[in-house]
């Protein structure tokens, strides 16, 4: 891979972010992640070259904070074959915290400095068992703040444990075994500001091969801000950057039905330095929660499996990985007019 940047400073992040501080360690995997309001979740997805994706959720809460029993969730995505999504409670107190890495109480995941182990049994239904290869180390933007509410001091984290892996695992679904080998990703976001109050949309992707990895988000809050991040991992190190150039976020942004959105969407980074095209469609859909009510909000998640490419300074060369989509409106989205809820958000959805 060879990326034409000007600005190499970031490279040197990698060569020492394997050894974490014990400060650091703390934060990350502190004890005491629950003060209402309260969200938090470990998400890490598998994907192969032949397009099965797996998406493999940690509840200690749901996504929007409002289920506090933790539980286990899986979306399976096979070509041609319906998808499956599972879903199981776990016992309370199964995280073990005050430690480096992810751990739980039982050997459903299993998390070291350049490994995670997985044994995951949904009983009567389907069974993932396999590992976890890190090839770069964890990964956080600044100090790991997503967003804040500087009047309230509520706060949301986000810190990419795995931002490049490869995995081997064995499924067992629908009286099948599946021996499968690819990339893998986790990160863990927790916080005391849950999306619902702060997204009004939120696009986000991973995307990967041997080689490489890419992840990036945009996120336009219910303020008008606009909050982007851009993580490139390769063998020489780590490119890092607040911006990107996409129509990817205001597209979905004006989309009546994103469940049925189909398209190439393209995203740029590093002043164009790198391109990334993955295709989308509503047959590549893994999971999705369309305008369902949250208290006095409508609530929207979409998550695709999609296979692309990314165009370096010297080739073209092929990624495959997971992007999602969130969208937070008014509770009466849908019988409100388009300017009254852009009113609502106090933003342009043209993004000028």
Same mark, same amino acid.
């Given at each position: ?22 400060? =650091? ?29 797996? *998406? ?21 995505? =096979? ?41 995951? @049994? ?35 984290? &986000? ?19 599946? *021996? ?16 619902? @109050? ?5 696009? &986000? ?17 219910? $303020? ?13 190190? $780590? ?23 189909? @398209? ?38 979409? =998550? ?7 165009? @370096?300074?010297?080739? $073209? ?36």
């Amino acid at each position: 891979m060879c990326l034409n940047i000007k600005d190499r400073t970031n490279l040197e992040l990698d060569k020492e972010s394997w050894q974490v501080s014990h400060e =650091r360690q703390s934060w990350i995997h502190n004890g005491s992640h629950r003060p209402p309001p309260y969200f938090e979740w470990w998400y890490i997805h598998f994907v192969t070259p032949e397009g099965v994706a797996i *998406n493999l959720v940690l509840h200690e809460t749901d996504i929007f904070g409002q289920h506090d029993s933790p539980y286990l969730s899986m979306s399976v995505h =096979r070509p041609g074959k319906p998808i499956c999504y599972l879903k199981r409670a776990l016992p309370l107190a199964i995280i073990t915290r005050n430690r480096p890495y992810l751990q739980t109480g039982s050997e459903l995941l299993a998390e070291s400095k350049r490994s995670i182990f997985f044994d995951v @049994d949904f009983p009567g239904e389907a069974s993932l068992k396999g590992e976890m290869v890190k090839l770069a180390p964890r990964l956080v933007f600044g100090n790991g703040i997503l967003f804040a509410d500087s009047q309230t001091g509520r706060t949301s984290y &986000w810190m990419i444990a795995a931002p490049h892996a490869s995995f081997t695992a064995q499924l067992h679904l629908d009286g099948t075994v599946l *021996n499968l080998e690819g990339m893998a990703y986790q990160d863990h976001q927790w916080g005391t500001l849950p999306l619902q @109050d702060m997204v009004a949309d939120w696009t &986000w992707g991973h995307f990967s091969n041997p080689q490489m990895a890419a992840v990036f988000f945009q996120i336009r809050t219910q $303020r008008g801000q606009l909050i982007q991040r851009v993580g490139v991992t390769t063998a020489g190190g $780590r490119f890092t950057d607040t911006s990107l150039d996409s129509e990817f976020l205001k597209t979905l942004s004006n989309t009546v039905s994103p469940e049925e959105y189909s @398209d190439n969407v393209e995203v740029d980074f590093f002043s164009k330095n790198l391109q990334l095209e993955f295709a989308i469609s509503p047959t590549k859909l893994m999971r999705w929660r369309i305008n369902e009510p949250l208290g006095n909000k409508a609530v929207s998640y979409l =998550r695709w499996a999609a296979t692309g490419a990314y165009q @370096d300074a010297c080739a $073209r060369h092929d990624v495959y990985g997971i992007s999602e989509y969130i969208r937070v409106r008014p509770g009466a989205y849908g019988s409100l007019p388009e300017s009254e809820y852009r009113q609502y958000y106090l933003w342009d959805h043209d993004g000028d």
